[in-house]
């Protein structure tokens, strides 16, 4: 295995994984990807809230943070600029839905090792198209980043373009609800009235850690900031739009299939605050 990539399982470096995990088998699990800048994991205690947070909705036992921190120890003569990834499955069981009783959680982590530059956001903005997949509708699993991941994968396949840096994503109701990899937010430039909006994300749609920090600190600011339903039209007639995740932060949409936004209005401040 080369130095640029290095995992964990349960604690000890490994290159392969049980065959029998539910994870694998059935997506039964979750996970988290963040950044590591300089050696440091950024947002780590949000992170793993998050992680426990998602483990809990969907009956898992999260891994104590003391182990994920032993992990991060061992990894640390690794890590300088790359993206860490957390993943927790509910373990091995036996063919078959139904979650074993005794199931003995396990943990991974994985390190990748990738230039700042490389996943760093730009300042010219990024182009955006949008996506034929739908999101299916599915309340219980709603803003959880759980494994099975395969309506992204689908839509990512939709574009090879390196012109293209994202895609956005709507439901079968035909609501905006993210990237492909991403959370979006859309600014409303209306003086006093002035709004930072994001997808309500009750139905489908992964509820991101950068999209959380953003809304919390956006709010201490002063900013009126709100969980609404969002068209595809308000998106078009939004004065600035964003997306954010944990390892690029946020980046400003300069152009969405035809239609464009040159000048960045709100987007500078946003990511200072969300990277301070």
Same mark, same amino acid.
């Given at each position: 295995m080369s130095t640029q990539s290095f995992?964990? =399982?349960d604690g000890v470096r490994a290159e392969c994984f049980p065959v029998d995990d539910r994870g694998l088998m059935y997506g039964d699990g979750v996970f988290r990807t963040l950044r590591v800048a300089g050696g440091r994991p950024r947002w780590w205690h949000e992170q793993l809230a998050k992680l426990a947070d998602d483990c809990a909705q969907i009956?898992?036992?999260?891994?104590?943070?003391?182990?994920?921190?032993?992990? #991060?120890?061992?990894?640390?003569?690794?890590c300088t600029d790359g993206v860490l990834k957390l993943i927790v499955t509910r373990g091995s069981?036996?063919?078959g839905y139904l979650p074993p009783a005794s199931a003995i959680p396990r943990r991974l982590m994985r390190y990748d090792a990738i230039a700042s530059n490389m996943i760093a956001p730009s300042a010219d903005g990024i182009s955006v198209r949008l996506c034929t997949l739908r999101l299916g509708q599915q309340p219980r699993l709603a803003g959880i980043k759980h494994l099975n991941r395969l309506e992204n994968v689908l839509a990512r396949a939709e574009w090879?373009?390196?012109?293209?840096?994202?895609?956005?994503?709507?439901?079968?109701? %035909?609501?905006?609800?993210?990237?492909?990899?991403?959370?979006?937010?859309?600014?409303?430039?209306?003086g006093k009235q002035s709004r930072l909006l994001t997808p309500r994300l009750d139905q489908c749609g992964v509820a991101g850690v950068?999209?959380?920090?953003?809304?919390?600190?956006?709010?201490?600011?002063?900013?009126?900031?709100?969980?609404?339903?969002?068209?595809?039209?308000?998106?078009?007639?939004?004065?600035?739009?964003?997306?954010?995740?944990?390892?690029?932060?946020?980046?400003? =949409?300069?152009?969405?299939?035809?239609?464009?936004?040159?000048?960045?209005?709100?987007?500078?401040? #946003?990511? %200072?605050?969300?990277?301070a």
């Open positions: 995992v964990l =399982v009956g898992l036992t999260v891994p104590d943070a003391s182990h994920w921190q032993a992990d #991060l120890d061992l990894l640390a003569p690794y069981g036996p063919r090879n373009s390196t012109d293209i840096h994202e895609g956005l994503l709507l439901d079968q109701a %035909e609501r905006v609800i993210s990237g492909v990899m991403s959370n979006l937010f859309i600014w409303r430039d209306q950068a999209r959380a920090r953003l809304m919390r600190l956006a709010r201490a600011q002063g900013l009126q900031v709100e969980e609404v339903v969002l068209s595809l039209q308000d998106v078009f007639d939004a004065d600035e739009v964003m997306l954010t995740n944990s390892v690029s932060g946020l980046r400003r =949409v300069a152009r969405l299939e035809s239609k464009t936004w040159p000048v960045p209005l709100i987007s500078p401040r #946003l990511a %200072e605050w969300l990277d």
